[in-house]
């Protein structure tokens, strides 16, 4: 059953929010990935967001750039978490996004990672970690994920003394 929805505000968005698609794919999390403008598809967001619970979704992950409100306004129609990832901009780096996407007011959570890529990575393992409360297996493959990425970082470090 597919229980992570990758959202997006523009197909522009996808080279960074493709991080994400691809760690819940290591994981073996099944996802939609969808493109729904904040700006450009107001009621499509607004549908979108208010059936997310009984369509099935555990966990939002939403991304976009510049004034994101993306993220925002999908966790102001849904009670399913949202975890905000800010795109990186060419104009303002992503600090424009990233505003954007943390400074919610009071009420309305949503869950801020780091701009661009490792924000993207880290929202999937995030929202991992919030479907393995209830999963043993999952917590098996989060486990393993950790070694193996620890071990990389091991070898690199061993490589500058060759
Ligand atoms: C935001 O505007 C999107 O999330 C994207 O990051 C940014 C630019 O969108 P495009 O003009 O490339 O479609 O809504």
């Known amino acids: 059953m597919t229980k992570v929805a990758v959202v997006m505000g523009s197909t522009s968005d996808w080279p960074t ?4 698609a691809q760690t819940l794919l290591k994981l073996g999390i099944a996802h939609d990935n969808k ?16 059936h997310a619970r009984q369509n099935g979704y555990d966990v ?9 409100h993306l993220p925002g306004m999908l966790a102001a129609n849904t009670t399913v978490p ?5 795109v990186k901009t060419r104009t303002l780096n ?8 943390v400074q919610m007011p009071s009420g309305v959570p949503v869950g801020t990672v780091a701009v661009g890529d490792a924000g993207a990575t880290n929202a999937a393992l995030y929202a991992a970690e919030m479907l ?21 970082a091991i070898e690199s ?6």
Do not use: N
């Open 17 to 20: 929010m493709q991080g994400a």
């Open 94 to 101: 992503g600090v424009d996004s990233l505003l954007s996407i």
């Open 132 to 152: 393995a409360i209830r999963d043993d297996a999952l917590v098996q493959k989060l486990q393993t994920y950790r070694q193996a990425q620890t071990q990389r």
């Open 60 to 68: 939002i992950i939403a991304g976009a750039g510049g004034a994101a």
């Open 35 to 50: 493109v729904i403008s904040a700006h450009r598809m107001p009621d499509e967001l607004s549908t979108f967001a208010k």
């Open 82 to 86: 949202v975890i905000g990832v800010p």
């Open 157 to 162: 470090e061993a490589k500058l003394d060759d």
